[in-house]
């Protein structure tokens, strides 16, 4: 399996920009799609942001399109989520998962569902002031 651990996130003012990191150990981690998912409180876990294997191929939640870019290094093991013109709605836990199934349904919409994905990190606190 795969151990995934977040970190970046931090409390920053409406307008600002963070870059969330997610290490990944254990196995091969080009072997795994990856998602970013946040989970606001008292709300269900969203989806952000998923891209294939090599992050050729990306997908974002229509809020984040324009505002949210997703992106892997495979020699690194570590998958990141940049985060910019932030707004106060955008304060969540936010986490990285690790996608280990087909090619097939992770590109007919696998990606958006949290549970295609296999392993989860314990996600990090974004806070977004107003």
């Known amino acids: 399996q795969v151990q995934l651990v977040e970190s970046g996130g931090g409390l920053v003012q409406a307008g600002g920009s963070l870059r969330l990191s997610c290490a990944a150990s254990?196995?091969?981690?080009?072997?795994?799609?990856m998602g970013w998912f946040r989970q606001a409180p008292g709300k269900e876990r969203e989806f952000v942001a998923g891209m294939n294997w090599s992050g050729s191929r990306t997908y974002y939640a229509d809020s984040m399109k324009g505002r949210f870019t997703i992106s892997r290094d495979n020699a690194k093991n570590t998958a990141y989520l940049q985060m910019n013109s932030l707004k106060p709605e955008d304060t969540a836990v936010y986490y990285c998962a690790a996608y280990r199934g087909d090619s097939f349904t992770f590109y007919a919409g696998g990606y958006y569902d949290t549970a295609r994905y296999d392993y989860w990190g314990q996600g990090t606190q974004v806070t977004v002031s107003s």
């Open positions: 254990g196995r091969t981690f080009s072997n795994y799609a």
